[in-house]
Structures are given as structure tokens and as C-alpha cells.
């Protein structure tokens, strides 16, 4: 790589950060509650200061109670999903693997659920959400370490995780089926559609030191995730701990995916999509695969938000938009992107 | 340095692969592998690499037990040029050449302009520099044999390991990536290679091996190996050896089946 490309890579990142922050400034004055760009600019600016606006408290409420903490929220989620769903791609070797293939979102699904028919507060149902969707992986991990012996531990593990996946979906379908329809049953389907329309400052504080930790380590090791790609053997014949490397993959992406998703909900496609979308864009390698996957996401779900907020008469919740969005946009990408990207 | 193999033996599900091997490798030299497809070359030198644990027997370097060393520490010793393939995301020439650097980085780091250099120098040694910015899944499979080999080579290595590099290669490529290979013998790294071509293994290689029904059934060198006696009974078929006398140089000795 020579500094030309360096260069240039650095003013794609740079291009991708103004684009999302642009973006957020958007979200920040749309809605039903319209904010001009200047009482935006004067309240976070006074707020940074410690000193009064003047402008009216309802406003300050929306931007700082409600706009602040939504904004933060598409924008961790959209990065969390995307990120691990990228590396996830990598160490399975497979372009078509999303966050949740070995059970992270079901997991969550089922805690979630159980928590809600057991009436916990919106914080109980947060850390249920949390604890099942690591402890939905860690069973995963588990079983597929058990019952490999010498075979290929990236298809033991992905099997392992659709049968946990399938167990978990049908004690979610159980418990739907015993909750009360006239409250429990919609407060759970509401909460696997996934909504960032309640996140509060509080969520994005709670879910802030496991989220970082997944970035930081994803990111530490990012050349390597390149390596894996070509299989395992090859990868340790190239001196890589291959054994080690998936175990910190599949732990900093459940702690990335389970942070998410316990205070959104499943939000499906976004890990799936934006990876390739990426891919299209910079091409396979990690170094910049994973800050791009990033910014990308961040972008993407944040615009998918704003917009729905905007433009549609009812919220609709954003897992439902993601996917109808999603679905075309992967026809169209496979479409386009012949063998440089799938095999 | 000396890579020594000592009673070595595995199994598949009971089933022995390879049984009671010996043999050693030393700077400079060359030794070719031959044998019948799935007798089990592939496997003996994952079985090497420590990729497939062995049932019995050790692996040496210098004296050192491989059983006690880390992947990285490895791979500093031995670069693995495996069959050809065809890996699913499309990296660049450059950036598969530094995969080879893993080994000498810290667990977290990335590689430096340090390893970039290292990978320039390698990238120079097989003249295969044109290919820097090509992106390997589209370059034709000579060149991504060569770069296979700049890889390994780029984890500046003692020995070298290379399953059958001449598979799947055109009688150019064939001969362009053999001339390469000696030269690298040549300036002294200790080669173990795995080939079809018996006469690859009569022009280049000073050590020869027959790997037959699970074990190392010769070595030596390659005018005692490949004789006509031994080739018929390692392929099951009738071979004759043959002096091919090329204007004035001295006679070629070519294998043919009539």
C-alpha cells in the first residue's frame, strides 16, 4: 500500500465521519417537532457552556431527552451490527453470515420475552435480554467445542447455533402463546420488532463499556480477521492462534450484538447488508473493512430512523423498515457485485 | 538447520494415514515426495506443520521438540505453500504477501513499512513485483502459485514446505516456478516438496522419498530412487527411464509409461 492509497483511504474515512455527522444534525432538527439548525447550534452549544439557552424547555426536552439519546442509539446500533456481522463474515468464511447466526438475537428475544410476561421493569427486561443472548452464544460455543473432534469448527459452530437459535424461537413462540393478549402478547412482538423510539440516555450509558470493549478488541485485531478468511489451516500455518482469535470474534461481537439488541430489540439486515455494502466499496481487507463497516451502519440506520420519524404518519418500527429496505438492496448488491465479493 | 522427522506415525478414525516415517531436511537441500494420489503427502506435511497432531513419533528442529512451540514461533520456521485454491473474499497481491509477515507481529498489532519491505523484497526475488495491485481471486493460477510462495517466503523461514506446486500449471509455469524453487535451495533453504513429475524430481531436487501404502518405502538420491523398478511399483503401471541427449549437453534422464 503505498501513501497515495493511504491517503485516500484517510479521506474516505473522513468523507464517511462529515457524511454522519451531517446526518445526525439532520435527525437532530426532524420530526414532528421541527428545530431550526441555529436553536440547534445555540442550545448545544449553551448546554457545552453550562449557561441558559432562552429557548423554550419543550425544546430543550426534545433535543436533549428524546432526539440526543435515539440519535446515540442508531448510531451505536447501526455501527455494533454492522461491525460484528463483517467479522463474523470473516472468521465463517462466508459472505451470506449475519451477528445473530449463532444465536445472539434469539437468545436476547427469549429473555426479553420471559422478562416481559414476569412483568420486570424496562431495566429488567434490558439485562434479561443481555444475559440470554450472551448465555444463548456462550451454550452455542459450548456444545460446538463438545462435539467437535478434527472436523471444521466454523460449520459445527454455525449448525450448534441454528438448533440453539430454533430452540430458543420456540420458547419465544411458547411464551407468546401463554401471555396475556391484551398487554403482555403486543408488548412482546412489539419488542422483536425492534424500535429505537424508546431508547433513553440511561440505555445508551448502561450498554456503553460492553459496546466499546467489542470495538476495541474488533478492532485490535482486524489484520488477522484478513487471514482467517483463507480457512483455518492455512491461517495457522501462518502462525495464527486460530482457536483463540474465533473465541475473541465471537466474544466481542456477542458483546457488541447483546448490548444492542437489549435495548432495541432485533433489528435484522443491517449486519447483513452494510458489511457487503462496505465490501463493494473498500474491498476485503479489515484495516479498512472495519472502520468503514462502522460508519456505514452508524450512517445507514440513522437515515433509515429519521426518515421513518419523518416521513411516515405512525412509527413504525425500524426492524420491519430494515428489512424491507434490506431485502431488495442485497437482490440489487448481488446483482452488481458478479464474483468479486461472493463466491 | 536441521528439520528431522523421527518414527512418525497417524491415524484417521483407526485408520493409519502414516506409519513409523523417518527423515531429515537440511539447508540447502531439496527433497522431493513422490507417491500415488492419497497416499498421504498432503497429510504428512500438515501432520509437520502440528495443522494434524501426530499419534507417535517427533518432529525436531535443531534438536527443539515442535510439539513445545507456538503457531508463531512455527511459521518463523517453516513457510507452508499449500495446493492452490481459491480464497472468497478478493484481496489484493500485496496484502496476501503480508499475511505471510503474521508471524513476526505482536498479537494485536498490523503490519508496519517495515513488513511492506520485506514483501517488496520478495515480491522482487520471484519478479512477480508487476502484480502488487491485482486482486488475487482474478490472476492466472501461475502467478497465484508464485505469490502463494512469496507469502511463505515473506515469513523469512529456514525450511519450506510445497504441496504439489506445479499442479494445475501450464509446461511454462511448470518450469518457471521450478527454476525459482532451486534457487531458493540454492541460497539455502531447506526444501520439502511434493510432486507428480517424477523427472521434476530427477532435474531439481538432491533428496528423493517413495511414499507407499502409509510408508516412506526409499530415500535417497534421485539417480537410485526413480528407477524403472521402483516407479512401476509405486504407480502400478509399466515406466521406463530414458536418456534424452540435447545437443551437446549431458544426456536428460526422461520417465515414460509405453
Redesign the interface.
Known sequence: ?NKKTKLTEKMLILFLFLLLAAIALFALTAGRYSISVQDISSLIVCKLLGVESGRPAVMETVVFEIRVPRILGAILTGAALSVSGAAYQ?IF???LVSPDIIGASTGAGFGAALAIILSFSAAGIQGMAFVFSLGAVFATYMIAMKINRGGDPTLVLILTGMLIGTLFSSFISLIKFMADPYEKLPAITFWLMGSLSAVNIHDIRSILIPAAAGFILLF?????L??M???D??A??????TGRLRLIVVFSSTLLTASVVSITGIIGWVGLLIPHLA?MMV???Y?LLIPVSMLLGSSFLLLVDTLSRMILPMEIPIGILTSIIGAPAFIYLLAKSK????? | MKLEIKNLSYCYDGRPILNNISFSLQSGDMLALLGPNGTGKTTLFKVILGLLKAEKGEILVDGKDMRTMSRAEIAGLIGYVPQNHIPPFAFKVVDVILMGRTAHLKPFASPSDKDLEVVRQVMDILEISYLKDKVYTEISGGERQLVLIARALAQQPKFLIMDEPTSNLDFGNQMKVLKHIKRLSREGLAILISTHHPDHALQYANKVALLHNTRLQHIGCPEEMITEENLSRLYGIDVRIAEAFVARKQPVKVCLSL
Open positions: 500500500m470473516g468464511k462466508n459472505p485490535l485485531i482486524r489484520w488477522r484478513n487471514i478468511s483463507f480457512g489451516e492455512e495457522q500455518a501462518l502462525g495464527v492462534n465490501r474491498g476485503p481487507d484495516r464474483r468479486r465479493s461472493f463466491s
